[in-house]
Structure formats: C-alpha cells, structure tokens
C-alpha cells in the first residue's frame, strides 16, 4: 500500500466527503494518507483538486542524500590532501596511493547513493498522476538532476575543506615560521619530531595560541555549517501563511502561484506549482565564506602576533597570559570592532535562521573599511586612546566615523559649525544619512547591518521597496518588517512632525489613518495643546491613503488573528458548499465589527476595512485596498463535479 501526502492549498477549513469517510484538512495542512484520495473520498476530492484547492502525491521518498554526499566529498578531498602533504615530507608512494583510493572510494560512494535516491523518486514519480488528476507526471531528463545533486554535495564538501585548511594551516604556518617555535620545533622527517627540553613552556604556549587563532578563526565559519537549515517547505509555508493575510485577493496557492510564483523561484528555487513536495537544494556559491575566513584569520594572526618579536618568559603562567594581551594599536582596534560585529551578526543569523553566504560579504566589508579607517585616524591624530576608541567604533559604523573625521577637520581649518546640528550642506553630503534606518523603533545595529545586506540603507529606502522581496530574502519576522515599513511610512510623510506625533501615542502610519477616523475624540485630542504637532491632518490622510504600500500594512494590521477559519466543504458528490466560521465549543463568538467611521471629507477615500470571523475583508479603502468587496448574499453553489467544482463563494 502506497502512503500518499495530501496538502490543503487554502486557507479555508477543507472537508472533503467520500462514501463513508470525512476527511478535514486545517488551513494549508500538510499530511499524510494510507490511500489514493481518489478511490477514499471520490468526487470530493476530484471536485477539490480541480478547484486547486488541494493537492496531492505519492509520500516521497524522504533523503539525506546530499549531506552524505558533503560528507563523502570532504572526505575524500581531505584524505588526498593528506597522503599529498605526507607524500610532499617524504613519507613514500603508499601514503599517496593510500590517499588516492581512499577519494574514489568515497567519491563512488557518492555517487551510489545518489543514484539510488534518484531512481527511487523517479518511481515514486511514476505513479503521481495515477489518472485521476490533471498535475503533470514526471519531467522529461529530470534524470539529470542526479549530476546536477552530486555536483552541489562535492561543491558543498570542497568549500568545507578549503575553510578548515585556511582556518587551521594559515595560522599554524603563521605561528611555526614567524615565532621562536622554528627553532624550539625540528621535523627531521616526517614521522620523526625533536623539541628542545628546555623550551616546553614555549611549545605549550604557541600550542594555545594556535588553538586560540584556529577557533575564532572558524568560529563564524562554523557557525554556518553548523546551521541547521529549515527545509524548505518549511519557509514557503511560513511565507504563504503571511502573503495570504497581506493580499487577501488571493484564494488558493495557484493564485498566488500565479501572481508571486517565479519571485518565490528566484529566491527559494522551487515553484509552488510543483506539488506536494517542493524541496529543492539550490547551488550557491560559498566564497564568500572562503574569503571572510581568510580574512579573519589574516587579521588574528596580526593581532595575536604581535609579541613576536619580544622575548617573553613563557615558562610561567604569566608569561603565556601576555601572548593573548596583545599591544593595542589603531589597526588591532579597528579590527576587534569589525570581529565584535562580525561575531554579533553571525550569531544572529544563526538563531533567526537567516545566515546566508552574503552575510559573510559584509562581514569583509566592514573590516577593509575598519582598517582603512584606522590608517586614516592614525595618519591624522596619532594614536591615542581617543583615536584606539574611534577606530574600534570604525568597525561598527566606519561611515560615521569618517564623517565625524570630517566634522573635526574642517572646525580645525576654521570653517563654522554648530557640533550636533548638520549645516544643508552636511545633509546633502555622500556621508550623511538624514534618515537613518535606527530612528525606527525596535531598531539596532545588527537590524541595519541585516537590512543593509539587501540595499536598504535608510528610511526612504524602507518606505519603497519591495515588500515581497524583502520578505522572501530575509526571515526577519514579518510583523516587525510590517512595524518598521509602517513607522517609515509615517515618517516620510510627517517629516519634523514625527516626534510630537510619537510624544502622542501615534507611532505608524496606520494609528494616524485610525486617529483621523475618529473624528469626535482622537483627532481633537491629537491636535489639541500647544505641543499638538505640525500638520495637516486631511493633507497628511490623503498622503498617507494612497500610498502604494499601505494596502498591505492595512491588510495584515485588520487580519483576525485568532479568529476560526471559513468552512470549505465537498459533499460526495463533489458539490461545494461554505459555511460561517463558529467558535469552539465554551467560546463566545467573536463580536461583529462596528461600521466604518469616514470623517467629513471631499475625497471620501478612506474607510476602516473590516474583516468578517474569518480574516476575509468585508469592506475596503477603495483608493488602494485590492480585498475583494463585499457583495449581496449569494446563494450556495450546487453545480455536480462534472462542471469542475465552484469558485470560492463570498460568504453573505
């Protein structure tokens, strides 16, 4: 018997009704069947899966087959760089050869168990359709994705080597070739080691150090293999649960396959029309991991070696403490605040699920600009503990601390200025940012790093981009994107108003449209005192009201959250039927919403959206709210499952 998973594709309460079997399915509920929906429920679930509200397959075959092919692959390209590197001190042939079998045999381990894989999803692909659906079967040459899987699982195991040998024999090299451990350490052969027996203090004290470079070396590396990714239907359904509640025209996942379909391609290299299963590993290029290694470990090796030259006692515990005490210079503190923020944005992309290869680019970044900066400081003010501050904080905001290099040179050369208070001119320069993203609530300096991964560097760029895209590229939790971009809405427009607006409890741009709504009490509160702020309310509305991305804000702030889902059922004889929402059993039902309250304006475009039981809108802003209106009560549809289902009904 063939186990099969059937998903629901809406965010309706899906009951289908066969001869003798109910089937329910929550919103967007994935799970597992032990029969063909089709020969269990019958009509219904023809009816359903022609209205694209279900989807169904074959249970497939669930493996780990690429994280055994990283593995095989690193294996193998380690164990041939060992017998070379034994071969090259002169260990003899058997070691290379030993070194050589021991990569095929791994490498044709891979590839056995990618074979197998492949051949057991092409027969469990077979009998997907089984003639009772309209989804296509399987995809002609998909048989290449056997050469397409083995290729990312070697990629993946080479990128591991390649970081573990920069992470560990740069630093060691650095440590024996630049230290007194040259002359302490002699390799006569490569199995035959002497070390002087008076210098064990010293071999134990390099010893640790290297130790010490090699893991905060790796560490942000690390951080990312270690990463325990979410699989990937797992992040399509998060997405799907927020892109329903943002665009509530959409009805079922084809319909946002339709209108979202190859933006979620782009960024999570599966479609939504794929089925059941859409897990699909996509090839990255990890160099910048690469390069951020060898850039951290470069930098480790300056700052931790910086004793080389200085004769130290390490036969004492003191003497080995002063190898991790290194002479603070402008450089070495540049990078420590690079590293502290380095390690910082890692470690929060670790937790959040969010740690992407592009996150190392900026940690590159961030410590050349550190240590330009820090050539520039030490140039221009020497190198005190004014300038050790400065060039630490480079790390973090290197662009602040240049413009505030700049701020200080030109008051040295006369120019006028009051400090804190930008002239025009300053606001117009390169380095000035009038709205920085941390004038946003809940806004720090690893919110901005992430953020300015993908372009957006103040709050004008918050306000227009892409949404969508923003959510699909990043896994900040979309209530906070919403938060922020709704903050950044009402900045934009209040302009120096925003802090009397936010002295008053109206912090977004949606608080402001439900203030202006109330007409009696919130708005005459609002404008009342002498600190009342500096607007025009029905100017500042119609702004605000027909901006091209409050339709979306509005939508996810109007959402009933907790509410019970619609009832989407399919009797066994395909019919579709809806039915009201009810509250659990002991739970009182949700109120009704109050009517829309429009203040007496000429355009009359704005109007609370109210939403019924369900989240579904019942009224819209007509200026730019795509929720579908409500309409005059229409009876059940009542058409057999030979007419191929119904349309969603709009509940009356």
């Known amino acids: 018997m063939t186990n099969y998973v059937i998903r629901n594709q809406t965010m309706d309460k899906l009951v289908l009704e066969g001869q003798g079997n109910v089937f329910k399915l929550p919103p967007l509920q994935r799970t597992r069947i032990g029969a063909n929906p089709v020969q269990a429920l019958g009509q219904a679930a023809r009816a359903a899966d022609r209205d694209n509200?279900?989807?169904?397959?074959?249970?497939?075959?669930?493996?780990?087959?690429?994280?055994?092919?990283?593995?095989?692959?690193?294996?193998?390209?380690?164990?041939?760089?060992?017998?070379?590197?034994?071969?090259?001190?002169?260990?003899?042939?058997?070691?290379?050869?030993?070194?050589?079998?021991?990569?095929?045999?791994?490498?044709?381990?891979?590839?056995?168990?990618?074979?197998?894989?492949?051949?057991?999803n092409d027969a469990t692909e077979e009998l997907a359709a089984d003639g009772d659906t309209l989804r296509p079967g399987p995809v002609r040459a998909a048989h290449w994705d056997f050469a397409r899987d083995f290729f990312i699982g070697s990629a993946h195991g080479a990128v591991l080597?390649?970081?573990?040998?920069?992470?560990?024999?740069?630093?060691?090299?650095?440590?024996?070739?630049g230290t007194e451990l040259f002359d302490v350490l002699k390799f006569e052969s490569w199995?035959?080691?002497?070390?002087?027996?008076?210098?064990?203090g010293v071999v134990v004290g390099r010893a640790l150090l290297l130790l010490t470079v090699i893991?905060?070396?790796?560490?942000?590396?690390?951080?990312?293999?270690?990463?325990?990714?979410?699989?990937?239907?797992?992040q399509i359904d998060r997405w799907l649960h927020a892109i329903f509640r943002l665009d509530p025209s959409l009805e079922t996942v084809a319909d946002v396959d339709a209108k979202y379909g190859r933006r979620v391609e782009e960024f999570y290299g599966a479609t939504l029309g794929a089925g059941v299963d859409l897990s699909r590993k996509r090839a990255r290029s990890r160099s910048p991991i690469v390069v951020a290694t060898l850039m951290i470990g470069t930098g480790w090796i300056l700052v931790l070696l910086g004793h080389a030259a200085t004769k130290l006692d390490l036969s004492?515990?003191?003497?080995?403490?002063?190898?991790?005490?290194?002479?603070?210079?402008?450089?070495?503190?540049?990078?420590?605040?690079?590293?502290?923020?380095?390690?910082q944005v890692a470690l929060r992309g670790y937790v959040r699920g969010d740690l992407r290869p592009k996150t190392y680019n900026v940690i590159t970044v961030r410590i050349i600009l550190a240590v330009i900066a820090a050539w520039i400081l030490q140039g221009l003010f020497g190198d005190g503990r004014v300038v050790l501050a400065m060039c630490f904080l480079s790390g973090f905001v290197p662009n602040t601390v240049i413009r505030r290099v700049r701020e200080v040179t030109q008051r040295g050369l006369g120019q006028p200025g009051v400090p804190g208070i930008p002239s025009k001119r300053e606001q117009a320069d390169d380095f000035f940012e009038d709205t920085p993203l941390t004038v946003l609530d809940g806004m720090d300096i690893?919110?901005?790093?992430?953020?300015?991964?993908?372009?957006?560097?103040?709050?004008?760029?918050?306000?227009?981009?892409?949404?969508?895209?923003?959510?699909?590229?990043?896994?900040?939790?979309?209530?906070?994107?919403?938060?922020?971009?709704?903050?950044?809405?009402?900045?934009?427009?209040?302009?120096?108003a925003i802090e009397a607006l936010r002295r008053r409890g109206v912090r977004t741009a949606t608080d402001f449209l439900q203030v202006y709504e109330d007409v009696d009490a919130a708005l005459p509160a609002l404008m009342a005192g002498p600190d009342a702020p500096a607007i025009e309310p029905v100017l500042l509305s119609t702004a605000l009201d027909h901006?091209?991305?409050?339709?979306?804000?509005?939508?996810?702030?109007?959402?009933a959250v907790v509410a019970p889902p619609r009832e989407r059922r399919y009797g066994p004889d395909g019919r579709l039927t809806f039915h009201?929402?009810?509250?659990?059993?002991?739970?009182?039902?949700?109120?009704?919403?109050?009517?829309?309250?429009?203040?007496?304006?000429?355009?009359?475009?704005?109007?609370?959206?109210v939403r019924q039981a369900n989240g579904t809108p019942a009224g819209t802003r007509p200026s730019h709210l795509f929720g579908r209106p409500r309409g005059p009560a229409q009876p059940t549809d009542s058409r057999p499952a030979t007419d191929g289902g119904a349309d969603a009904a709009p509940l009356p």
């Open 215 to 234: 893991l905060v070396s790796l560490f942000p590396a690390l951080m990312y293999f270690q990463f325990d990714r979410e699989k990937l239907p797992t």
């Open 191 to 200: 199995n035959h080691l002497t070390v002087d027996p008076g210098s064990y």
């Open 316 to 343: 004492t515990p003191p003497g080995v403490q002063r190898l991790f005490q290194p002479p603070m210079t402008p450089l070495t503190a540049a990078f420590l605040g690079a590293y502290f923020l380095a390690v």
């Open 446 to 496: 690893y919110e901005r790093t992430r953020l300015e991964e993908e372009g957006i560097t103040g709050v004008q760029a918050l306000a227009r981009h892409d949404l969508i895209d923003l959510i699909l590229s990043s896994r900040i939790p979309v209530p906070r994107l919403i938060d922020w971009l709704d903050q950044a809405l009402l900045y934009q427009h209040a302009g120096d």
């Open 161 to 177: 080597v390649i970081v573990l040998v920069l992470g560990i024999g740069a630093p060691a090299a650095a440590i024996y070739f």
């Open 580 to 609: 009201k929402p009810t509250a659990p059993s002991g739970t009182p039902s949700p109120p009704a919403p109050p009517p829309p309250r429009t203040p007496g304006r000429t355009n009359g475009a704005l109007g609370k959206v």
């Open 547 to 559: 901006d091209e991305w409050l339709a979306y804000v509005s939508n996810w702030r109007s959402y």
């Open 53 to 120: 509200a279900v989807v169904w397959e074959p249970e497939p075959i669930r493996s780990s087959r690429l994280y055994v092919i990283t593995w095989c692959a690193a294996l193998g390209i380690l164990s041939l760089l060992v017998g070379l590197f034994l071969y090259a001190l002169g260990a003899g042939l058997l070691f290379l050869v030993l070194g050589i079998a021991m990569a095929v045999l791994l490498g044709v381990a891979a590839l056995v168990v990618t074979w197998r894989a492949r051949g057991q």
